[in-house]
């Protein structure tokens, strides 16, 4: 019996030993991939090219989108599965992955398409990404339990943040007069909102009675709309703790990952039951039993979903790693086709390009279609 227990004592030790290894955040680094960080006139990366044959500098949408047919182009680096990918704000000239080899990289979506920067610094799996406004800082969650702040252009961590627990979604707000807030949704059923110049945690949203999946900005930013592992969608006034709307019912099941349509008026959820339900995003937020769209495997999946840029289309991945495109007025599925050997986790449409569309699986790859 004392052998137990001076093994136990002994064991306990090690593990707090090796607990905090692990608790303590990792060393960040940074590694520029290209040699030309400048082009001809001294503008970096972040600057959107303009020989591109599509004005990505423009503010309205393409007249008329279009189902992309062919794999245009691979992006490979990362060495397992890609968890996230982000356009660059506005211009959509660079794309942001976070993957589950623990790294983020940013690539060119133009001329030749390479990896300009990878960023180091998790331990575990990085779970989530999000820019900010001008994109030269943007956010990575990891299952590490840290939030970094990453100044884009050079690589340099500028900030961590962590609650202790795993972050499962980041958003910045995207109001340009409070670009240094933003907010969490956790594993301990919270929302958590940081201010990055104090680092302080300045408003917690505790209603939730799950994991915290997905955020998404509504109303002109005035409110948020969050998801959970309870299966409710609840709404939220900014800077108000407790939720102003509470959706849940018994035939709802959970909706890890959530879009808003580019005119604004409407919420597509990825339904765990294998649909894509929509929700008006204005003030009733009711669901539209019209609109539900189906025939692809997402059951356990957080695949992301988009509209393409003109509304006509909806994109997801599915389970399968194939890709689905559906019409949104009359809610048809007007293709599928196997994107990726693993889960199709994110599905994105180009903003500017009529029928440009990256995917990103599970395989590592992150492919783009035209």
Known sequence: AEV?????EYLAKKQKLGKKIDDKPLEEKTVLHIKDIVDYQGR??????????????????????????VEIHCWRGHTKGVAAIRWFPKSAHLLLSASMDCRVKIWEVYKERRCIRTYYGHRQAVRDICFNNRGNKFLSAAYD????????????????????????????????????????????????????RSGEIVQEYDRHLGAVNSITFVDENRRFVTTSDDKSLRVWEWDIPVDMKYIADPTMHSM???????????????????????????????????????????????????????????????????????????????????????????????????????????????????
Not at 4 to 8: F, S, T
Not at 48 to 63: A, I, Y
Not at 352 to 367: F, Y
Request: overall charge positive.
């Open 44 to 69: 970096n990366f972040l600057h959107p090219p303009q020989d591109v044959g599509v004005n990505l500098r423009s503010d309205s949408p393409p007249d008329r989108c279009f189902i992309p047919k």
């Open 145 to 196: 339990r840290y939030i970094k702040l990453w100044d884009t252009e050079t690589g340099e961590c500028i900030s961590r943040f962590t609650s202790r627990k795993i972050p499962y979604c980041v958003k910045f707000n995207p109001d340009d007069d409070k670009q240094d807030l933003f907010v969490a949704g956790t594993s301990d059923k919270k929302i958590i909102c940081w201010d990055v």
């Open 256 to 370: 890890p990952s959530v879009t808003q349509s580019p005119n604004g008026k409407w919420l597509a959820c990825q339904s765990m039951d294998n649909k894509i339900v929509i929700f008006s995003a204005l003030n009733r937020f009711k669901l539209n039993r019209k609109k539900t769209f189906t025939g692809h495997m997402v059951a356990g999946y957080a695949c992301s979903l988009d509209f393409s840029p003109d509304m006509s289309y909806i994109v997801s991945g599915d389970a399968d790693g194939k890709c689905y495109v559906w019409d949104w007025k009359t809610t048809k599925l007007f293709k599928k086709w196997k994107a990726h050997d693993s889960v199709c986790i994110a599905a994105l449409w180009h903003p500017h390009e009529p029928s440009k569309v990256a995917t990103a699986g599970w395989d590592g790859s992150i492919k783009y279609w035209d």
């Open 4 to 8: 137990a227990e001076e093994l136990e």
